[in-house]
């Protein structure tokens, strides 16, 4: 089974493929790694399949791009071996019971650009965890943002999408998180206390929620504590069997 | 007034600051130019507030930070130095008609980073376009993703966002375009013909945009043939004006 960690740069994915893989191969699972990181300096496991085989933001901006045109520049470069990175993946598919794929840096990369958007396109039923970090949870609204935001990349990636929270070591009262997130009654009678005009957007949000994605679960993670890896199994498990219906 | 250019790496922000600029400026209003990017290397304008005076992705990445951690850094970084951002860019609104503000070449960052969302919590009423480009408009569920998008750029930023489909002159059929993005009847029935779980979900999210998001407009810019300008202008002018009602 395919998973593909996505999250912004920063939010922990490279770190989590690592660990989450050395999880498995520990259960005695064969673990496969794919990176899609053409910026990627160091990596804490030993891909398979990397990208950086074929081109890197560092040799673009040698060659006198600035960092963010490299970044995009790398991935229309790929474009041209995408069907050769689909093949290998699917390879990969059939000889290990996991591949984990790690996604560029910056997840615009792989959410705007045909290479990602493409790639997800041609894999066999691939279960996208979205990681987000803790410190982007400063308000009620940002408890809404993230879940659309997950069902956002469900969206464009055409692929089942749970969110999942990295992190947690960082945390401190887990338990009130939680119910921000999962809660959607406790969230809502939050964000009506906003009476601004993205309060009432947040609430309308919020609402509708339930119609649009009924009982989604949210993960908890943590690559330093192992926190969740076993709920992680779990639902990519589950995914595999049931074809994406994780309700 | 302040008017806020975001998008992904690639979308043209720079450029159409720039083009808008001189279109104001040739129009005899004061524009003053803000730049946010710490990765860029040419601007087509003459910033009065930069912020590559402080940090720039490229002296981080002579210092050891690959080029996704450096980004990351120039912001961390720069957290330090926001009031004095602010001080600034307030002094600007004051002595200026117009100041435009040209936002980081990763959008996430501008998203998910503190600097970019605590910047504009202090901003007096800022306009946000969400521009973005056409080559992500493949299916019929990229057009229900951009205008949720634009929503959840709203909820993040606390601020006013318009969408703007930008660089046009790429487009053969832009009345098509148009009606795919503006008339959520004509969109829905074509959602309604994917029988995939992802079209299910663009079909209920799309379904809901009027109730959460009533009449808002769309732009179509180019920064080549300055189509859309005039609008763009009397959508700042109308924001201004109506603080923030763009109905």
């Known amino acids: 089974m395919i998973i593909v960690f996505v999250g912004t740069a920063g939010s922990g994915k490279t770190t989590l493929t690592g660990e989450f893989g050395k999880f498995l191969d520990e259960n005695e699972k064969r673990v ?30 040698k060659k006198g791009y600035g960092p963010n045109g490299a970044i995009v520049e790398s991935y229309d470069f790929l474009i041209d071996y995408l069907d050769e990175y689909i093949e290998k993946i699917l390879k990969l598919e059939k000889e290990y019971e996991y591949v984990l794929i790690d996604t560029p840096g910056q997840m615009e990369t792989f959410l705007f650009h045909d290479f990602g958007v493409k790639l997800m396109e041609n894999l066999p039923n691939p279960l996208v965890v979205y990681l987000f970090d803790p410190t982007i949870l400063r308000k009620a609204h940002d ?29 401190r009262d887990l338990e009130k998180t939680k119910r921000y997130l999962e809660d959607v009654e406790y969230l809502s009678a939050r964000l009506e206390l906003d009476s601004s005009m993205q309060g009432l957007l947040a609430y309308k949000l919020c609402k509708f929620l339930p119609e649009v994605s009924p009982s989604v679960r949210v993960l908890y993670l943590s690559a330093k504590t192992r926190s969740g890896f076993d709920e992680l199994e779990t639902v990519a498990y589950e995914h595999y069997c049931t074809c994406g219906d994780l309700t």
Chains 1, 2 share one sequence.
């Open 143 to 171: 408890y809404c943002f993230v879940r659309f935001f997950a069902l956002l990349i469900d969206l464009r990636l055409g692929a089942t999408t749970i969110p999942a929270l990295n992190k947690i070591d960082l945390i």
């Open 32 to 61: 496969a790694y794919v990176n899609l990181d053409t910026g990627v300096r160091v990596l804490p496991y030993t891909p398979t399949v990397d990208v950086r085989e074929h081109i890197t933001v560092e040799e673009l901006m």
